[in-house]
DNA sequence: TGTCAAGAAACGAACGTTCGTTTTATGGTT
DNA sequence: AACCATAAAACGAACGTTCGTTTCTTGACA
């Protein structure tokens, strides 16, 4: 098949991705052969080897996907109209880190990219790209109290950001390895800890 | 060296882990060959072989011992006399995590534990454990928080418990990736979330 | 008919592990 | 006290396997 769409071209990328991203999920990155990716692409080595020049170069088009749902979906909860209280956006973003890091979620792939990160610098950019734009998320969604008046005006809004965002992470590793922690659970721990004010928002 | 004394297996056993432990750190768990394990332990294949019937083995000693430094100074916080402070307790945990994630340090390994765990169900078992161990500590204090009046008293200890033990796992990924989040920052990120009720304990 | 994506086979390298051999400390016998 | 037979510890070359990658071939479409 000589001179294929760009289109094409692109959808073959995707696929190789896929695939790749489903093994991993399986059976974990370092576990996963290429060719099982070979395999769970239905393509051969030749194929794989057109697109991308190296088993790290797919794993790092994976990484930069790991988190990219959450924050989608995190955005729009930091964005909500009318502004959602802490506990109920704690609560949301743990029902979504439960979904996405379910028997083929994509967040069962979370630790193994902060470990990558630790030894690679290549992705560790693409990590830290990640927690970056996630941590922002948290600083928008904390401005919005603060400035909604139910934290004090000189909150440092990017510390409380850096400290909320930890709690993220915290709940998807015990959601990992023990699987007994609930985002109900999380909500009536936040609840018992936090002020008051942060919890009774305008209707 | 037959018949050698029961220590010095001990010792001999210790010196293979530690030799291991230093290439994990430096260079990750799966970039660490048994070849490199050999010479930073300074023995041949044979002898450490005698001592461990796989890699896997080395690596399943190695994670038992990644947070056992942390959860000993934990522990002796949280039993702390007079009661310390919810922000003063985070912080000191923090700066544990600082101190041992640096250069050498073994949480350094803590992301690739994890990443194991999800698909080793031996290795899971020695993380869970070791959650569950530093979760518990946690109730503990809050338990400890609750019976000193600063909670009111029908307060779910251990939803709160895991609640706050998410927080260290978070703290330490983003140390890990970004370096950014210092224990005093996170205090700052504490003290402006909860209630004042569990910032001001007695003298 | 020429081009190039895709297939198939095979490559060298490096892996974890094994095993036959050598070294060395020990304890019973002189 | 000196010796040696013995068993355990350590050695290290080599094993078979599997890895990621490359090369050469094929065949369908422009």
Request: hydrophobic fraction near 45%; proline fraction near 5%.
């Amino acid at each position: 098949m000589p001179r294929v769409s760009e289109e094409h071209l692109e959808r073959r990328r995707r696929q190789i991705v896929d695939a790749a991203r489903a093994c991993f999920i399986r059976k974990g990155v370092h576990a996963t052969s290429m060719q099982d990716i070979f395999a769970e692409a239905g393509l051969s080595a030749g194929a794989v080897y057109r697109y991308f020049k190296s088993k790290n170069e797919i794993i790092e088009a994976n990484i930069s996907t790991v988190v990219g749902d959450m924050h989608a979906f995190f955005d729009e909860l930091s964005h909500a109209d009318p502004l959602l209280p802490l506990d109920e956006v704690i609560e949301q973003l743990a029902a979504k880190v439960v979904d996405l890091s379910g028997e083929n979620g994509p967040l069962r792939l979370a630790p193994e990219a902060w470990a990558l990160a630790v030894h690679d610098p290549e992705i560790a950019t693409y990590v830290a790209a990640n927690v970056t734009a996630l941590r922002e998320t948290w600083t928008a969604y904390m401005s919005r109290l603060v400035q909604a008046g139910f934290l004090p005006a000189d909150t440092d809004v990017v510390a409380v950001g850096k400290t909320l965002f930890a709690v993220v992470p915290g709940f998807l590793v015990q959601r990992l390895v023990l699987g007994d922690f609930s985002p109900e659970e999380l909500r009536r721990g936040v609840r018992a800890l936090t002020r008051e004010s942060m919890l009774t928002l305008p209707t």
